[in-house]
């Protein structure tokens, strides 16, 4: 079952740093910054609303629309972040999978911005064109035509939005780090007046090699800390500290900046039920579908390992070809299979990305589908590969349990082998979580 539900809040301020001190991680482990536990519950209904918590600072009419559209009780991220957020100050917003970033920091850009200027004026930067066209409905959504919010995703029809963006500059952009830069450079905008910038999955934006170079650009070049309201947003911010020093140390934030942590002792969601099963690699397939005929699931995601470069020259099929022509074949349940992954062109990924919505999906996905995903309907999800690190390990957990106020537990299945076993338990280890080990037999007898 599920861990308990015991949770503690720490709030961390970075304080100006003493032109002392040294850049080695060490010196950065020791900055000066205060914290201040707090314990309380993860997802009780907060006493004040979100309209009280945004005090007077987010226009009438979006939290009107935030209303219409359910969102009345701020998430306890959102009630510990928004006075940070609604105050202007820089702030890196660290906080559980599916507990309401998004909500929190757009909120931000509407107080940033004002409407009646034509100019660009909010910028939030995500790493998948998927996770853009999810920010982008939300934002217009509460937007509701007050203010036009444009995509630059990978992917997109640049050409087309070069134009507009020169007619009729948006006030806010969501865009990918390379689509952004492209347009950028060939001077369909400047990113001068900019006020607020947003980078969400941020530590997955710095981790990659391809975007890094070009996200110090944005941070440094094309706009100025000093100039704007910076908010980096993640689940997961590997040394923390180091991050946070980074931010004043290279100017990516100013010197005041605020680390929200919300929950800072259990990462993963408590509402999460974690299993295994311990299976050679020719019995995963039927497994799998076990475990689908077992657990009766409303909407699934099944995560699988990108294909390596060796294995596609040897002329292997990828693991994601290789469950959906299974699960086509032999599943007999009223789940659409569909698939999703880095190598599928964009139309492909948006066709299966619309089709994902709104019926109930048995979704085969490499990590792609692991960032800011939000499919609320997801109730399980199965790790057919192991993931990498403990950091996938959470992100494709966070897939699931994604309504803030349910209290329905959901759950996730990882399928090893006996030697693959003690990568799981360092996993459990680094994210202080219980996985129960399903015994093989039982799914053999279901199947009977
Ligand atoms: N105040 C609220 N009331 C009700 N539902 C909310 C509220 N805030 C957010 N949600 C819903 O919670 C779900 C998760 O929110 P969101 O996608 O912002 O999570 P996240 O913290 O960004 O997670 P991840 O780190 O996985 O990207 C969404 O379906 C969103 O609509």
Not at 320 to 348: C, I, P, Q, W
Not at 365 to 380: C, M, V
Request: glycine share 4%.
């Amino acid at each position: 079952m599920a861990a308990a539900a015991s949770t503690a809040t720490l709030s961390v301020r970075a304080r100006p740093l003493p032109s002392t001190l040294s850049s080695s991680p060490r010196a950065a482990s020791l900055a000066p910054f205060a914290s201040r536990p707090r314990p309380r519950p993860l997802r009780t209904t907060a006493a004040a609303t979100l309209r009280e918590v945004c005090s007077g600072r987010v226009p009438d009419h979006v939290l009107q629309r935030a209303e219409d559209v359910g969102y009345v009780s701020p998430t306890e991220v959102q009630e510990q972040s928004l006075p940070v957020l609604l105050s202007g100050q820089d702030c890196i917003l660290h906080a559980q999978t599916g507990s309401g970033k998004t909500l929190a920091y757009l909120l931000a850009v509407f107080a940033a911005i004002d409407v009646g200027r034509s100019s660009v004026q909010a910028l939030v930067i995500v790493p998948t064109r998927e996770l853009g066209i999810q920010v982008t409905k939300v934002a217009r959504l509460l937007a509701a035509k007050t203010c036009n919010v444009m995509a630059l995703l990978d992917g997109g029809m640049l050409t087309r939005q070069k134009s507009w963006l020169k007619a009729e500059p948006p006030a806010i952009i969501v865009a990918t780090v390379a689509s952004l830069c492209q347009m950028v450079e060939k001077r369909a905008f400047s990113l001068g007046s900019i006020k607020i910038l947003v980078i969400d999955e941020v530590d997955f934006i710095f981790g990659s090699t391809k975007q890094v170079n070009s996200l110090r650009k944005i941070l440094n070049s094309y706009t100025a800390a000093s100039s704007r309201q910076t908010i980096f947003a993640s689940a997961s911010i590997p040394q923390h500290n180091r991050f946070v020093h980074d931010c004043v140390q290279h100017k990516w934030t100013k010197s005041d900046v605020v680390h929200v942590h919300v929950n800072p002792v259990q990462p993963m969601p408590s509402h999460l039920h974690h299993t295994y099963v311990i299976c050679s690699k020719k019995e995963r397939l039927h497994v799998l579908l076990s475990l689908l005929e077992r657990d009766a699931p409303k909407s699934v995601i099944i995560f699988v390992a990108q294909q390596s470069e060796k294995s596609k020259r040897a002329g292997n099929p990828p693991s994601s070809t290789l469950v959906v022509e299974f699960l086509r074949t032999e599943y007999k349940g009223t789940l659409e299979v569909l698939v999703l992954e880095e190598d599928m062109n964009f139309n492909a990924r948006a066709t299966s990305f619309t089709e994902v919505k709104g019926k109930g999906f048995l979704l085969v996905s490499t990590d792609i589908a692991s960032r800011g995903f939000d499919l609320p309907q997801t109730s399980h999800i199965y790790n057919f590969d192991l993931p990498k690190t403990a950091t996938d390990y959470l992100h494709r957990a966070g897939r699931t349990g994604r309504e803030p106020f349910s209290k329905s537990e959901c759950s996730v299945t990882t399928l090893i082998t006996e030697e693959e076993h003690f990568v799981l338990q360092r996993f459990q280890n680094e994210l202080k979580f219980h996985s129960q080990r399903l015994p093989l037999e039982s799914m053999f007898t279901f199947n009977l």
